[in-house]
């Protein structure tokens, strides 16, 4: 049996043993009574009785074990042309007293903090400083609008918000103190007080009595010990896109967060501490959570925070300058952000004017890697190139080629098998398991392994709903794909109506709410339509209501700027058409699958069930008008 399925078979057969071994190389403060609490299942506690610190683990263990010195953080702005490293004992020591303003402004254990903040080490010690006090996090991707931040404010309700005066884009300066001033009057619930960091490419105006300095409260404040809380305690909330507009508040705990991410920084990366590890993402997304500042730090590696873009800052050669300035063993980054490389420098020329002698791996995922941009990488970089598969909800990786394990031979278009503690399965509409090579709903067993959602943020009800009622002792993933003979697992394609865009995920559904708000729309639909460079785009179709007769193209523009305003920039919405009619099944189902298909200009199967086959020449004739469907032939 090869090393792998030794490892793998023995976390499912003994997961209790399994990750009470990994949870070793954790401070605990208190030991836990049960590894696995299984007493109120479907809902599963890892560490149950255990306490710790989370905050403890990623810095103060570090200074007191010998990395005080060593670089935990290195900013890289080429944005704002800076570049900063903090050593372990100076990312601690300023995340306590961060934790010191926060806790002397009434904030403690089990209080919710929003951080809406950009790519600054701040941000990293916003994030620490709640850690350390047992506050619950929950970090709001800078590219959302007010709107959504203002339904993050509503679910969380938080007792403080940290912010920064702006945040920077390569053509433009994001202003975020409007956005949080927007968002507080939007939202219905008030918290106590905002904390905002002034940057020097822009000063906000505070609003006195509500906003403190983050220099000034930082200047007068006293360092704050790591308070011990339960390993169950959340430890953040993570808000992600759900079917609505709705968003799903991820909630991970602290014990077995702690434990599974420290665990897969050698089992999967295959780094060991002290070397430096890059994961090139947004501190807003679940990639950021984990793999810019908690499994690095947890590790005792040095993690990197850029504040820039695969391309254009200043050319695509940014991240080679990255790698090799910073010594970076081991990366980790979206397809998307290849795809930008590549189309940029398709001979990868740039990468020859780097010292890339330390750099052992790339790991890409977020999205589907589609086999060509799998090869140029391994090509152009001469390392192993991995595509793994996660979730938010996950945390870390589910399938993956754990290269601490055993380097399995890679398959292009395949995640690699099963990563420890996950027993993945793919299921048919029934819930009996597929065959190996055959498409189906891909589930995992439960329960989880550590370090996933313990839950959502007060609406475990949603949470079951949603992932476990429809194969009991199952979790569904809502990815659709197969898994081969040999055990590799293919993600093929969503099985609601999510989409990744540049690796960023959305709803269609929040879109179409935002599109049937219009005052001229009846009805709408949106999809992704593949699209070269981000993956897909969201593409709006639209009936305006009987006897509207405005400018399509005002109606289109108008449209487009409300998705932008509401949801944010992010959601690259810059593509609608209106149409005369929706194709519908006779019980009034849109055809969003068969319009998507004519967009891509795939072969489709005419629904037995349609309505009237002859709309799917007038959708056809409308993808066209902006430039899906083959327009070009
Ligand atoms: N704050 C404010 N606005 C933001 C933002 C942020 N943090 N991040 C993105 N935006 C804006 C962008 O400026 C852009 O605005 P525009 O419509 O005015 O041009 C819009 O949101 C869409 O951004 P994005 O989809 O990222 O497209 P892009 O054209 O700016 O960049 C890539 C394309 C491929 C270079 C970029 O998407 C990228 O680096 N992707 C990597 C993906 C990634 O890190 N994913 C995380 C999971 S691993
Ligand atoms: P997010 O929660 O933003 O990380 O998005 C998770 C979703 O992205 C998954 O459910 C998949 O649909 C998709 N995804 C992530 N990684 C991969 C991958 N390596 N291959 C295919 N799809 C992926």
Redesign the pocket.
């Known amino acids: 049996m090869s090393n792998y399925d030794s490892v793998h078979r023995r976390s499912i057969e003994h997961p209790e043993d399994f990750w009470a071994e990994a949870a070793a190389a954790i401070d605990w403060h208190t030991a836990w009574n049960r590894v696995l609490d299984d007493s109120n299942a479907p809902f599963y506690r890892w560490f149950a009785g255990g306490r710790l610190n989370t905050c403890h683990n990623a810095l103060d263990r570090h200074v007191d074990g010998g990395r005080a010195d060593q670089a935990a953080l290195i900013y890289d702005s080429p944005l704002t042309d800076s570049l900063r490293t903090l050593t372990y004992r100076e990312l601690r020591d300023e995340t306590a007293l961060f934790a010191g303003v926060l806790a002397a402004n009434g904030i403690a254990r089990g209080d919710r903090v929003i951080i809406y903040m950009p790519m600054i080490p701040e941000a990293i010690i916003a994030v620490l400083a709640c850690a350390r006090i047992g506050a619950v996090h929950s970090v709001v991707f800078g590219g959302f609008a007010a709107n959504e931040l203002a339904m993050r404010i509503d679910d969380a309700k938080p007792k403080a918000i940290v912010s920064a005066s702006c945040g920077i884009e390569p053509n433009r300066i994001i202003s975020y103190k409007p956005l949080l001033d927007q968002a507080i009057e939007l939202a219905s619930h008030t918290a106590d007080f905002c904390v905002i960091l002034q940057r020097p490419e822009e000063r906000a105006k505070l609003i006195s009595g509500r906003d403190i300095d983050w220099h000034e409260a930082v200047a007068g404040a006293s360092p704050h010990e790591c308070v011990i809380v339960d390993a169950t305690d959340p430890l953040y909330i993570l808000y992600?896109s759900g079917t609505t507009g709705e968003p799903k508040g991820i909630v991970r705990d602290n014990g077995g967060h702690a434990v599974a991410l420290h665990w897969t920084m050698k089992n999967i990366y295959g780094v060991d501490p002290g070397e430096v590890y890059w994961a090139a993402s947004d501190i807003g997304?679940?990639v950021g959570h984990s793999y810019i500042i908690y499994a690095p730090l947890l590790h005792g590696n040095t993690t990197v925070l850029f504040e820039g873009k695969p391309v254009g800052t200043p050319d695509a050669g940014a991240f080679w300058r990255v790698v090799s300035e910073h010594n970076v063993a081991c990366m980790f980054t979206a397809p998307t952000a290849f795809r930008a490389i590549k189309q940029q420098d398709p001979d990868g020329t740039l990468i020859g004017d780097y010292d890339l002698s330390r750099f052992r791996t790339l790991f890409?995922?977020?999205?589907?890697?589609d086999p060509d941009t799998l090869h140029w990488a391994e090509t152009k970089l001469g390392v192993p190139v991995i595509?793994?598969?996660?979730?938010?909800e996950t945390g870390w990786a589910i399938a993956s080629n754990c290269l601490g394990i055993e380097k399995l031979p890679v398959k292009a278009g395949s995640?690699a098998r099963a990563a420890p503690g996950w027993d993945v399965t793919v299921l048919d509409a029934d819930g009996a398991k597929m065959p190996p090579g055959q498409v189906g709903a891909i589930a995992c067993k439960l329960p989880l392994p550590p370090g996933t959602l313990s839950g959502f943020w007060q609406a475990d009800d949603r949470y079951k709903k949603g992932y476990l009622d429809r194969f009991p002792g199952y979790y569904e993933?809502?990815?659709a794909g197969y898994i081969d003979d040999d055990g590799y697992i293919y993600?093929m394609s969503?099985t609601d109506d999510?989409i990744?865009v540049a690796g960023h995920?959305l709803s269609t559904g929040a879109i179409e709410e935002v599109l049937a708000a219009h005052p001229d729309v009846a009805e709408c639909a949106v999809m992704g339509v593949a699209d070269d460079l981000k993956g897909q785009l969201p593409v709006g179709l639209v009936v305006l209501k009987a006897g509207v007769n405005r400018e399509s193209d005002d109606i289109v523009a108008e449209i487009i700027s409300m998705v932008r305003e509401r949801i944010g920039p992010v959601a690259a919405f810059k593509k609608a058409v209106i149409i005369g009619r929706l194709p519908k099944t006779r019980s009034g189902k849109i055809l969003r699958g068969t319009m998507q298909k004519i967009a891509d200009s795939e072969e489709y199967r005419v629904p037995a069930t349609i309505e009237d086959p002859l709309v799917l020449d007038e959708i056809r004739d409308a993808m066209r008008s902006i430039g899906y469907a083959d327009a070009a032939r």
């Open positions: 992600t997304w679940i890409l995922a977020g999205e589907r890697c595509d793994h598969w996660w979730q938010t995640t993933t809502g990815d993600v969503r999510i990744n995920r």
